[in-house]
């Protein structure tokens, strides 16, 4: 148990849908990295967040947003959603927000789009 | 940018023989290289990374991997497989001031009894 937490583990949903994606930190980090994994593009990193401000993006859909409350837990907004979206979305945090802060990442949420 | 190619989707092994998967880094200063392995239905986990200093270095569950600039490869290895390690592996980069992780497409595991 990495400490990350995410619900919900599993969403289907369907196309032109919206869907919020939630997690949770390890108790102390202050990053929020959200990825994608699918079978045909891999594991993709879309947007971190550091103590609340985006910190980076990556190749995150303009129809995808994200935020990190002052709690510090975190939401991926998923909107209009197409087929292409169905993927496991991962969570991972970390203590600052330097390529040398570990990550560590948290079960995952997948996602169906029918 | 940088890039990670691990050349092998798929590896069978048979329990208590040696593992080795490969992995290459494609970046002009000094990478931030990571092994993280995925079990079926989980997520990922850190076996361990490289940063700087000694070349060779010691992870979780007897792993190890071995940093070599001159061919731009980080390849992890295990001496003798349990059939635990059945997994997906995925080898990674990062950078000074580059927040996120590149990672390779993976490597799937088998371990035969």
């Known amino acids: 148990d990495s400490g990350v937490t995410q619900t919900p583990k599993h969403l289907i949903t369907a196309t032109g849908q919206r869907v919020t994606l939630r997690c949770s930190p390890r108790?102390?980090?202050?990053?929020v990295y959200w990825y994608q994994q699918s079978l045909d593009q891999g594991l993709q990193f879309l947007i971190q967040?550091?103590?609340?401000?985006?910190?980076a993006k990556g190749n995150i859909l303009e129809r995808f947003s994200a935020q990190q409350f002052p709690d510090l837990h975190s939401e991926l907004n998923l909107s209009s959603l197409e087929l292409g979206d169905s993927a496991l979305y991962f969570c991972?945090?970390?203590?600052?927000?330097?390529?040398?802060?570990?990550?560590?990442f948290g079960p995952g949420t997948r996602l169906t789009v029918l | 940018a940088q890039s990670v190619t691990q050349p092998d989707i798929h590896i069978t092994v048979s329990e208590g023989a040696s593992l080795e998967l490969r992995c290459n880094y494609s970046?002009?200063?000094?990478?931030?290289l990571f092994w993280y392995v995925q079990s079926p239905g989980q997520g990922l986990q850190l076996l361990l990374k490289?940063?700087?200093?000694?070349?060779l270095v010691q992870g979780i569950k007897g792993f190890e991997a071995e940093f070599k600039r001159s061919q731009s490869s980080f390849n992890l290895r295990k001496p003798s497989v349990h059939w635990s390690d059945a997994a997906e592996y995925f080898c990674?980069?990062?950078?000074?001031?580059?927040?996120?992780?590149?990672f390779g497409a993976g490597t799937t595991v088998t371990v035969r009894a």
């Open positions: 967040y550091y103590n609340g401000e985006e910190r």
């Open positions: 990674a980069v990062g950078a000074f001031n580059d927040y996120k992780l590149s």
């Open positions: 970046y002009g200063a000094t990478p931030y």
């Open positions: 490289y940063f700087s200093g000694d070349t």
């Open positions: 991972a945090s970390s203590v600052g927000s330097t390529a040398t802060d570990t990550q560590y």
């Open positions: 108790s102390g980090d202050l990053s």
